[in-house]
């Protein structure tokens, strides 16, 4: 799927982390609990490789536990790494989240070697809500402090702790393309930046598999049994949802536009029961596949300039587009 990728402060935020994260003891990254391996920024762990990380799974409320339970395990087995579960329900996450800071770096703490904590995440994924609850509203410092950048904010949240915030951050290129999907269907990518029929359907693959029951529930597809539900074709199952909810075009078509916003909307406030779109070894094997992808790709790529290069220059055509150029770099 090509996403039109609007990263924002993409650059600055990079520069800001590589700078900040030298005066780093732990970063905590927010991943959606609904999509934990799709919204972790791989561009983040690139950044400030070796530091010690805490995983927060935010919005557990609307995923699914027992998958919640297997992504926890998954990161608490990884070196340096914590991973807790949290939703904007909680009041008091501060003593979680500082509590697995002192665990993974017990040498800080006290006024002379206070914490110092970096806080990332993609859009939309939570993080101005759970900072909201962590100072109670009160508002975090920005760039007007010596040694803060525009883009950060300080947060003291104990006088031994100091927390860093960024700027929502996504990435340059997405080479997973389920992730892709799953990053548009929860919501963290602008909704003008992908077809959100294609996205519905997607969606759809994976819920009438996984969570047919809530769908049939909330969609009231009473005749429809889970394994029914299973075997259709997404765009029918698509077809019956917008039929089911009366968006009829004229003469009886189904406004597949409308349809898919419906589906997403539903899914994205819970409405079709707590759903996570993706298992660890799921994940793992899409990002098997889209390196694979990606590599042959940029093989490809290099024996073509290498090709090229080696032509003579009265071969080519000023102005000419080789026949398997490929089209601008995809975002998928
Ligand atoms: P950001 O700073 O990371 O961009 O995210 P922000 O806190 O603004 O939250 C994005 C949306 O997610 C908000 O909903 C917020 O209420 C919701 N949200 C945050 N944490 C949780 C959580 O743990 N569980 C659930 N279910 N939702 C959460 P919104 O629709 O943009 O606004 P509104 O509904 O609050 O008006």
New binding site residues.
Partial sequence: MAIQWFPGHMYSTQKAITERVKDIDVVIELLDARLPGSSANPMLAELTAGRPSVKVL??Q??ADPAQTARWLAHYNALPATRAIG???SQTTPAQQLVKACHELSPNRGGMAKPMRVLIC?I????????INTLTGGRKAKTGDEAGITKLEQRIVLADDFYLWDTP?MLWPRIIVPKSGYNLAASGAVGRNAFDEEEVALELLDYLKVHYAAGVATRFKLVELDTETMAGMKDEDLLDTIGRKRGALLGKGKVNLQKTAEIVMHEFRA?NLGRITLETPEEFAQWLAAGQRADAERAAKKAARSKKGKAKPASDSMPGAVPEDAPADDPQD
Avoid: C, I, Y
């Fill in positions: 935010n919005k409320d609307l949290l939703d904007a995440g859009p939309n994924v939570g993080k101005s809500t759970l929502g819970g």
